[in-house]
């Protein structure tokens, strides 16, 4: 199975202030059709996530644009350019590539 | 408005069997592939099953392999986890979540394995 490692567990962050999320997976995530399936996803406490980006760039509807995700191959980011009050909660990282897909550990976003 | 509405959660003993529901509504259920989730208390997410749009593809995490089985009726648009031989471990919040890369979750249903 891939193995995806989120850093860090926790990340204390001051309001309006940016924060980065850090995803590494074992094996390249490059799929056959050239596309690389890494998706972002938020859960707020006590509700159900939320994906936020998918193919490691691409914003799902509505999601705000202090959002974004870059990297490649085996090395993926999420930042938050500047963090609001409704950004604290468990961000994931999760593969679509192989099977079985595999999510990170999990980054905890609280504010400072 | 797209909704998944998860159904069938409880408490039941290990050794039990129980059928999750999962409702869908607001999109063409009959041509989107479907997944399970569960995340146990206080951990992470983990992938449970998937199954394509037409029944014809299935997948299933090493954990749940030939205990559980996951369907659909897409003529009732909904996607069916049948859940046997259940074990401590399988407690969890269990979402179902639309397409491939999980682009829309339902709120869950909680599943206590317990004596």
């Known amino acids: 199975d891939v193995v995806m490692t989120q850093s860090p567990l926790s990340l204390p962050v001051t309001l309006g202030q940016p924060a980065s999320i850090s995803c590494r997976s074992n094996?390249?995530?490059?799929?056959?059709?050239?596309?690389?399936?890494l998706n972002w996803f938020h859960q707020r406490p006590g509700q159900s996530p939320r994906r936020l980006i998918y193919?490691?760039?691409n914003r799902d509807s509505g999601v705000p644009d202090r959002f974004s995700g870059s990297g490649s191959v085996t090395d993926f980011t999420l930042k938050i350019s500047r963090v609001e009050a409704e950004d604290v909660g468990v961000y994931y990282c999760m593969q679509g590539t192989h099977w079985p897909h595999t999510f990170g550990g999990g980054t905890k976003v609280e504010i400072k | 408005e797209m909704q998944l509405v998860e159904s069938g959660g409880g408490l039941v003993q290990p050794g039990g069997s129980l059928r999750l529901s999962c409702a869908a509504s607001?999109?063409?259920?009959?041509?989107?592939?479907m997944n399970w989730v569960r995340q146990a208390p206080g951990k992470g997410l983990e992938w449970v099953s998937y199954?394509?749009?037409?029944?014809?593809?299935?997948y299933y995490a090493d954990s749940v392999k030939g205990r559980f089985t996951i369907s659909r009726d897409n003529a009732k648009n909904s996607l069916y986890l049948q859940m046997n031989s259940l074990r401590d471990d399988d407690t969890a919040v269990y979402y179902c979540?639309?397409?491939?890369?999980?682009?829309?979750w339902g709120q869950g249903t909680l599943v206590t394995v317990s004596s």
């Open positions: 607001g999109f063409t259920f009959s041509t989107s592939s």
């Open positions: 094996q390249s995530l490059v799929y056959g059709d050239g596309n690389t399936y």
């Open positions: 193919k490691v760039s």
């Open positions: 199954i394509s749009s037409s029944s014809s593809t299935t």
């Open positions: 979540a639309r397409s491939l890369q999980n682009d829309y």
